[in-house]
């Protein structure tokens, strides 16, 4: 168990990292929180070409990647604890 905790460890780091560098790399479509009090239209709400696209698809499933390793941490440290 103690393995499996430390891959998750190291997947989690390794994964955290890679979603800020995919976040950071996707095209501004708006002027943040002026959006959202009606501030500016955003005329393009889809991707506009394959790599946007696949750039959405890697963060969303890397998102779901992050996420699981989370809560199987979680699950690992509550149980585990229990002994």
Same mark, same amino acid.
């Given at each position: ?11 989690? *780091? #390794? @994964?955290? =990292?890679?979603? !800020?560098?995919?976040? &950071? ?5 708006? +002027?943040? &929180?002026?959006?959202? $009090? ?7 709400? *889809? /991707? %506009?070409?394959? /790599?946007?696209?696949? &750039?959405?698809?890697? !963060?969303?499933?890397? +998102?779901?990647?992050?996420? /699981?390793?989370? #809560?199987?941490? *979680? =699950?690992? @440290?509550? $149980?585990? %604890? *229990?002994?």
């Amino acid at each position: 168990m103690q393995i499996l905790q430390v891959v998750l460890q190291v997947l989690l *780091g #390794i @994964t955290s =990292l890679l979603l !800020t560098l995919l976040i &950071l790399l996707h095209r501004g479509r708006g +002027g943040g &929180l002026s959006d959202m $009090f009606g501030g500016g239209v955003t005329s393009n709400l *889809g /991707a %506009s070409g394959v /790599a946007e696209r696949n &750039l959405n698809r890697i !963060t969303v499933i890397l +998102g779901i990647v992050w996420v /699981a390793c989370i #809560i199987v941490l *979680g =699950l690992i @440290t509550k $149980f585990d %604890s *229990g002994n």
